[in-house]
């Protein structure tokens, strides 16, 4: 069974960075598609950033040029990670890892097609 555990969000100002952190575990294939959402109150989740088997990322519009996505590997484990500078408030909100084994990633704007998420961790940006 796959286990997402997210770490990193917290509150900074306007301007400031962050680095978001998911621990994939129980993986059977490294051809993961990993992404982060976010999800806004009263909002459902948008994509902000994925990264396909091969190492491909791709980015929402609204954080292109300030966030960065990548992996990383270990024995049984698959790390995601989400760099996240030039923080503006309407970042505000609570961010999930995805995770799905797919030869064609879902994408951004599809959260149906991952199979695996996270609990979540919130991210607060104030002006």
């Known amino acids: 069974q796959v286990q997402l555990v997210e770490s990193g969000g917290g509150s900074v100002q306007a301007g400031g960075s962050l680095r978001l952190s998911c621990e994939a575990s129980g993986l059977t294939s490294r051809r993961y598609c990993m992404a982060w959402f976010r999800q806004f109150p009263d909002k459902e989740r948008e994509g902000v950033a994925g990264?396909?088997?091969?190492?491909?990322?791709?980015?929402a519009d609204s954080v292109k040029g300030r966030f960065t996505i990548s992996v990383g590997y270990a024995p049984n484990r698959m790390y995601a990670y989400l760099e996240m500078t030039t923080l503006k408030p309407e970042d505000t909100g609570i961010y999930y890892c995805?995770?799905?084994?797919?030869?064609?990633?879902?994408?951004?704007?599809?959260?149906?097609?991952?199979?695996?998420w996270g609990q979540g961790t919130q991210v607060t940006v104030s002006s």
């Open positions: 990264i396909d088997g091969g190492g491909r990322p791709s980015y």
């Open positions: 995805a995770a799905t084994v797919a030869y064609d990633c879902p994408g951004l704007k599809f959260a149906g097609g991952y199979v695996d």
